[in-house]
């Protein structure tokens, strides 16, 4: 994320400052993609990666992990808990 | 950005082994057994939290420092069916009363011993006009909290 602080950025040009691979950082960035922290678009022939100036799809991103989390831990209370109005 | 933006809402669907009217009351009388005690948007760590089981009733959490932080209000109050509560929290994950996004959550029985349990976290655009000004400028700074925390998660 840090090399897309100056602007847009070809997979290409990220990786020639990385100690990793091109693939890695292919990898990475669709990670980020995903999670809502960059974005991309074509440009000629190549495509270019650019920080998502938005974020609120990072916060969303954030969201929807924090409520799994949470949501499993109110399932297992749920059910180890006595429910008096269980039916056989 | 050249493109209207609209948020999708978060959407979660769960079976619980549980009658409709406990997995209610597991999630709201019975909060602090279960919510995440790292879950908190206080400053200081999470003692206790709570949901006061009434319209209008805070979603609020005690902390160690013997502070209390309000996370959100009660705006539907259906036992055992439903609830629908403010959620107070900034973009940059911190209480603020004039920011407020929507959360649903719904209970629904599908057999004895058996309920879906259903939530849905709204309205994020109306967090992002609020805190519009503020957002923009930390986005400039690479959003210290909620980034930070994020990016540890996904580079883990």
């Keep these: 994320m840090e090399a897309l602080r100056a ?6 040009e990220i990786a020639r400052g990385m100690p990793v691979s091109r693939p890695a950082v292919s990898q990475h960035l669709k990670v980020l ?3 809502g922290l960059v974005t991309d678009r074509a440009e000629g022939t190549r495509r270019v990666y650019y920080l998502d100036p938005k974020g609120l ?32 | 950005m050249n493109k209207a933006f609209v948020i999708a809402p978060v959407r979660k669907s769960l079976v619980v082994k549980a009658s409709q009217a406990h997995a209610f009351d597991v999630f709201t009388s019975r909060l602090d057994s279960w919510w995440p005690k790292g879950h908190g948007i206080g400053a200081t760590p999470v003692k206790q939290s709570f949901i006061e089981p ?24 259906e036992p055992p ?31 004895a011993g058996t309920t879906r349990v259903e939530l849905e976290h709204r309205n ?18 690479g959003w210290p909290g909620l980034l930070e925390i994020f990016r540890k998660q996904a580079e883990a």
């Design chain 2, 124 to 141: 994020f655009e109306a967090l992002g006009q609020a805190g519009g000004e503020k957002m923009r400028g930390s986005v400039d700074g």
């Design chain 2, 54 to 77: 009434r319209k209008g009733g805070r979603w609020y959490t005690t902390h160690e420092d013997g502070s209390e932080t309000v996370v959100g209000h009660m705006r539907v109050w």
């Design chain 1, 7 to 12: 602007g847009p950025r070809a997979v290409g």
């Design chain 1, 33 to 35: 993609k995903e999670a």
């Design chain 2, 81 to 111: 069916q439903r609830i629908v509560f403010s959620w107070e929290v900034s973009a940059d994950w911190k209480p603020d009363p004039s920011v407020a996004s929507e959360v649903e959550i719904r209970f629904i029985a599908e057999g």
């Design chain 1, 57 to 88: 799809a990072a916060l969303r991103a954030w969201l929807d992990r924090f409520w799994d989390q949470a949501l499993v831990a109110f399932q297992e209370e749920a059910e180890k808990t006595p429910d008096k109005d269980k039916r056989k």
